[in-house]
Each structure stands twice: as structure tokens, then as C-alpha cells.
């Protein structure tokens, strides 16, 4: 999982960052509207934790900027601001929920998990392609009820891809949903092509009923056999 924390607190903004990342999640962050509104448009994130009062601007004017471009991201909204008001502007504006500040780190973890269960995969606890059971909150993977063992960016990646099934997936996007932004710049994309090559043989040695093929000159294509 992507996330981008939009926070200008530098001391909350490590503590999220440590704490999620501690969840496996792939983490960017943004201190100052600017900063958001560059990433927001260039990368793409499975969640945005977005506070309201930034240095340059208001975090409600970028959801209204997301908003009128047609942009549909999954929002949650940390803020120290618990108006009514705010909260029924940020709604109104796309957020998907509202969480004010102080928080448990627990509470805000859960609400990123029920919201990603909601939005990505219809409420369902788990992902299923064929013979292949994957759980985002366990990380587990089953190949026709039996455990498969998998590396950490082996797992990002099938995940990344059971999101996605028979979609053509772009390499640079790939790398950069598992190792984060500004890896689409790199010379070349080896790290990828070594983790594809390890979860590609771990599957077939587990007989999935699902294949990861090569979409050549683009990227790759998550497929039932």
C-alpha cells in the first residue's frame, strides 16, 4: 500500500510516517501545500491523509482542485479542526473520511484499512483470482488453500497486480506503487525484473492458476490461466 501524508507538523508527520511504514506501507510525505499539489498530480497513492491547514494553502482547496480535474482518491482527512463545517465541506468536497487530531495511531490505521476494504475491494476481506486467496490484512497468500511464502516486494507486487487484474500495467508505475516515487526515474528497472522473476516461480511452484505475463515494450498483465 501507497500512502501520501500531507502533515506540516514535523514531529507528527515522523511518528505517522514510522508508524505505517511498521504496516508495510510504502510512505511519501509533503510538508506544504506546493509540495502536495505536486505530488498529488504526478503520483499515485492507494490513500491521502490530508490536514487542512498547510503552509501556502488550505487542504480543502487542493480536494477541490482533485475535485473539478475529475480525480477520484481515496481521502482521509486529519485535522485539529473539528467543526462541523469543515468536516461536512470536506466531505462534500470527495474525502472519504474525517479524522480529528489528536488520534490514536491504531484508530487511524483502521480507518485507512475499512476505507482501502470499501473502495478497492467492494467491502470484501480478501482478494481472489483463481486457485490465489491474498489478504491485505494479514499479508498472507494462498495458491488453493495452502500458505506460500513470499518476500516482502514479492508480495507488494502480486498485491499491486490482484488490484489490478487484466489490466496492462505500466513497469515504471509498478515500481513506483512498491518502491515509492521518483523510482520511475531510475536507468533501468533490473530490481524489478529480479522480484517478477522470484514471485513468478514461486506461484508456479505453488500451481496458481494465475500467470503474470510480460506485455513487452509496457509492462506486465496480471491474467487467469
Same mark, same amino acid.
Given at each position: 500500500?501507497?500512502?501520501?501524508?500531507?502533515?506540516?507538523?514535523?514531529?507528527?508527520?515522523?511518528?505517522?510516517?514510522?508508524?505505517?511504514?511498521?504496516?508495510?506501507?510504502?510512505?511519501?510525505?509533503?510538508?506544504?501545500?506546493?509540495?502536495?499539489?505536486?505530488?498529488?498530480?504526478?503520483?499515485?497513492?492507494?490513500?491521502?491523509?490530508? /490536514?487542512?491547514? *498547510?503552509?501556502?494553502?488550505?487542504? $480543502?482547496?487542493? &480536494?477541490?482542485?482533485?475535485?473539478?480535474?475529475?480525480? +477520484?482518491? @481515496?481521502?482521509?482527512?486529519?485535522?485539529?479542526?473539528?467543526?462541523?463545517?469543515?468536516?461536512?465541506?470536506?466531505?462534500?468536497?470527495?474525502? /472519504?473520511?474525517? *479524522?480529528?487530531?489528536?488520534?490514536? $495511531?491504531?484508530? &487511524?490505521?483502521?480507518?485507512?484499512?475499512?476505507?482501502? +476494504?470499501? @473502495?478497492?475491494?467492494?467491502?470484501?476481506?480478501?482478494?481472489?483470482?483463481?486457485?490465489?486467496?491474498?489478504?491485505?490484512?494479514?499479508?498472507?497468500?494462498?495458491?488453493?488453500?495452502?500458505?506460500?511464502? $513470499?518476500?516482502?516486494?514479492?508480495?507488494?507486487?502480486?498485491?499491486?497486480?490482484?488490484?489490478?487484474?487484466?489490466?496492462?500495467?505500466?513497469?515504471?508505475?509498478?515500481?513506483?506503487?512498491?518502491?515509492?516515487?521518483?523510482?520511475?526515474?531510475?536507468?533501468?528497472?533490473?530490481?524489478?525484473?529480479?522480484?517478477?522473476?522470484?514471485?513468478?516461480?514461486?506461484?508456479?511452484?505453488?500451481?496458481?492458476?494465475?500467470?503474470?505475463?510480460?506485455?513487452?515494450?509496457?509492462?506486465?498483465?496480471?491474467?487467469?490461466?
Amino acid at each position: 500500500m501507497k500512502v501520501l501524508l500531507i502533515e506540516d507538523d514535523d514531529d507528527l508527520r515522523e511518528i505517522i510516517i514510522r508508524s505505517l511504514e511498521k504496516e508495510r506501507s510504502v510512505v511519501e510525505a509533503a510538508a506544504t501545500f506546493e509540495e502536495a499539489r505536486q505530488k498529488v498530480f504526478v503520483y499515485q497513492y492507494d490513500c491521502i491523509l490530508l /490536514d487542512i491547514m *498547510l503552509p501556502g494553502g488550505s487542504g $480543502l482547496d487542493l &480536494l477541490r482542485e482533485l475535485f473539478a480535474k475529475g480525480r +477520484r482518491e @481515496n481521502v482521509i482527512i486529519i485535522s485539529a479542526k473539528d467543526s462541523i463545517e469543515d468536516k461536512v465541506a470536506g466531505l462534500n468536497l470527495g474525502a /472519504d473520511d474525517y *479524522l480529528t487530531k489528536p488520534f490514536h $495511531l491504531a484508530e &487511524l490505521h483502521a480507518r485507512i484499512k475499512s476505507l482501502l +476494504r470499501r @473502495n478497492q475491494r467492494g467491502g470484501e476481506q480478501t482478494l481472489q483470482l483463481g486457485n490465489v486467496c491474498l489478504n491485505p490484512e494479514t499479508y498472507e497468500v494462498k495458491v488453493g488453500g495452502q500458505c506460500v511464502e $513470499l518476500g516482502r516486494k514479492e508480495y507488494d507486487i502480486l498485491e499491486y497486480l490482484m488490484h489490478r487484474p487484466n489490466r496492462m500495467i505500466e513497469k515504471g508505475m509498478l515500481a513506483e506503487a512498491v518502491w515509492g516515487d521518483h523510482i520511475d526515474q531510475s536507468d533501468n528497472f533490473d530490481f524489478v525484473y529480479a522480484q517478477m522473476k522470484n514471485l513468478r516461480k514461486r506461484l508456479s511452484q505453488a500451481g496458481a492458476s494465475i500467470e503474470i505475463k510480460t506485455v513487452y515494450g509496457f509492462g506486465y498483465k496480471l491474467v487467469e490461466e
